[in-house]
């Protein structure tokens, strides 16, 4: 369990300074994924279906969203 926290803290702060140089288009995308990945899963895995199958569902939709977002951000 200490591994995989560890490993999330690790995963997340390197993401974010990888977005410093990110359009903001580009960073909604990529976190609207992030997030909609995450919530498929979770969903998923509530209801019973697969993890993976409801993290591609939402991370699809979470980066359609995201860009949506972001390029109305730019404006």
């Known amino acids: 369990m200490k591994r995989s926290l560890l490993f999330a803290a690790v995963f997340t702060v390197a ?3 990888g977005c ?3 359009t ?6 990529v976190s609207g994924a992030a997030i909609g990945a995450a919530a498929g899963a979770g969903i998923a895995a509530i ?3 697969s993890g993976w199958t409801g993290a591609a569902i939402g991370a699809v939709a979470g980066g359609v969203a ?3 977002k972001g390029s109305r951000q730019q404006k």
Request: charge should be positive; glycine fraction near 22%.
């Open 20 to 22: 410093t140089s990110m």
């Open 47 to 49: 209801s019973g279906g």
């Open 66 to 68: 995201g860009n949506i």
């Open 24 to 29: 903001a288009r580009q960073q909604g995308t």
């Open 15 to 17: 993401s974010l300074i």
